[in-house]
């Protein structure tokens, strides 16, 4: 079945510094999206990307598809100690999206230090 | 509006007890899901209803079972609880708009001791 592999699975920063987490898929994707989850929380949609190659910015988050729509990537340029948390990417889960079901990579922690 | 809600909030098993997990949400929409989330696994699919009536496993179907008893309600059910259950479970629906977003519930901490 499909597989969503995320990687880093930690990564430590000193606040100001940048971070990226990287989304990689075994198969072509129709569209991936990322969801953040604070620390006790539950997981929030962020956004969905569709189109190969592209990309989309919100605020200090940049999202990536790729080329060939098997990667994607979410840099945050100067991370702040409210990035805190972690990172998930989705993709479509098997019998399409007509049954909205997800593939979750294993998630990205963020810590940052003031 | 509430969104998802999720019912208990944390709950304590021993080995062979039974308990059902309850959701609900109030945004009209049609599916709803049922994933587990462990340390560096992410968040696994148990089961989804794609609508009222309809539904079917996921990924990690073993030891539960599921009924959606209505549009708003669907609810999961560990008829013998194990420790391998330990997890927290969160429940999600689905805006069928374009962007097909799934809204998360706060989540069920569930220990089986």
């Known amino acids: 079945g499909q597989q969503v592999m995320q990687i880093p699975q930690y990564q430590h920063v000193q606040e100001g510094e940048d971070f990226t987490t990287y989304c990689n898929s075994s198969t072509t994707l129709s569209n991936i999206q990322w969801y953040k989850q604070r620390p006790g929380g539950h997981p929030v949609f962020l956004i969905q990307?569709?189109?190969?190659?592209e990309v989309k910015k919100q605020k200090r988050l940049t999202f990536q598809f790729g080329e060939a729509k098997k990667n994607s990537s979410l840099h945050i340029t100067a991370t702040q100690t409210t990035d805190v948390g972690t990172y998930f990417c989705a993709g479509p889960g098997a019998g399409g999206t007509s049954y909205g079901k997800l593939t979750f990579g294993q998630g990205t922690i963020l810590t940052v230090h003031p | 509006n509430a969104g998802v809600t999720q019912t208990p909030k944390f709950q304590v098993l021993k080995t062979g007890q039974s308990m059902t997990l309850q959701c609900a949400q109030d945004m009209n929409h049609n599916s709803m899901y049922w994933y587990r989330q462990d340390p560096g696994m992410g968040l696994r699919l148990i089961y989804y209803?794609?609508?009222?009536?309809?539904?079917d496993k996921g990924e990690v179907p073993n030891g539960y079972n599921v009924s959606r008893l209505n549009k708003r309600e669907f609810s999961l059910r560990l008829e013998s609880a194990a420790p391998s259950q330990t997890s927290v479970y969160f429940c999600a629906s689905r805006d069928r708009g374009g962007k097909n977003i799934q809204y998360f519930g706060a989540g069920t901490r569930l220990s089986v001791l």
């Open positions: 209803s794609a609508s009222e009536g309809t539904t």
């Open positions: 990307l569709v189109k190969s190659g």
